[in-house]
Structure formats: C-alpha cells, structure tokens
C-alpha cells in the first residue's frame, strides 16, 4: 500500500475512532435521546430530561456540536438544539439490536439452568 493510501486510511480511521468516542459517554447519550424524542430543546430543557447538571450538559452539548452532531441556533437568550446527522440513530439501533440479542442468548441460558434446578428438586421430592 503506498504511503499516501496509508495516511489516507489513518485519518479516516481516526475520523471513525471519532465518531464512537462521541458515543462513549452515557450523557451524550442521554442528550441524543432527548433531543430525538423533542427534535430541538433548549440547555435547562435538556438539563431536566437527562437530569444532569447545567454546566455537565453544556460540556457535553459543545462536543457535540463541535464534532456535528448536533447544530445550535439562537432564540434571544437561548440556545436550542437539535440533531444534525440521523444517522447517529441508525448507528445506535445496530448497537442496540446487538445488545438486545445477546441479552435474549443470556435470558434463554438462565431460563435453561432454572428448568434443570427445579427438575433437580421435583426428582428429588419423589
């Protein structure tokens, strides 16, 4: 692979690293959720729906904003926001079908192992 491949390849990669590490804060996911359920809120609106602290939120709504995912425009005093790229969405519906299975896998071997217990005790009761 040529040179130029190579640091094409490391700042997409970077770009992608990025992207996740956005996610990587249950706050910021909180703030998303909000934000998708309301379409645009203001600072103290998102403070109340993730019940975090006003100065934690702003922290985390920079971020975002600054990584564009969520946009900001002025309404006198306030800043609302709201979400730039969907597909922010569509990234954590795969996660949380991911999740989801694996839970459903863990379920179904918990029930198993109880089924077993209580066969273990009728038998033994005969």
Known sequence: ???N???LA???FEMISARFRMLSEPMRLKILHALEE????????????TQG???NVSKHLGLL???GIVTRRKEGLNSLYRIADQSIFDLCRVVCSGIERRLSVQQQAVQ???DR?????VTEDQ
């Open 1 to 3: 692979m040529e040179k």
């Open 5 to 7: 491949t190579l640091e």
């Open 10 to 12: 490391d700042a997409v």
């Open 38 to 49: 309301q379409e645009e809120m203001s600072v103290s609106e998102l403070v109340e729906a």
């Open 53 to 55: 602290g006003q100065a």
């Open 65 to 67: 904003l600054d990584a």
């Open 112 to 114: 198993r192992f109880a």
């Open 117 to 121: 217990e209580e066969k273990k005790l």
